[in-house]
């Protein structure tokens, strides 16, 4: 095969390796999420003490954001290292 098309081919595995990755994060986010919202409906549910609840639901909300961070950071840093250089000319 020729250089160009050789690195046409490895440009595609990246990206389609970085879209993937993505995909699977953003799935994870939203059952994440999901889990977030039925735990939360839970504590809010089965607790005698509303300052209990309410501590609880901050702390899952806080590990939510912590997760949601993590997630878009390592996505933020995945797209740039897994873009190929502009070809030179």
Do not use: C, Y
Not at 43 to 61: E, F, P, R, W
């Amino acid at each position: 095969m020729s250089e160009s098309l050789d690195r046409l081919t490895a440009a595609v595995e990246r990206t389609e390796t970085v879209e993937e990755s993505a995909k699977q994060t953003i799935a994870g986010l939203v059952a994440e999420a999901a889990t977030l919202r039925a735990d939360v409906a839970a504590a809010i549910g089965s607790a005698a003490d509303l300052t209990a609840a309410a501590a609880a639901v901050d702390a899952q909300i806080g590990a939510f954001a912590d997760n949601l961070t993590a997630a878009a950071d390592g996505l933020a840093a995945a797209i740039p290292a897994n873009t190929p250089a502009a070809p030179t000319p």
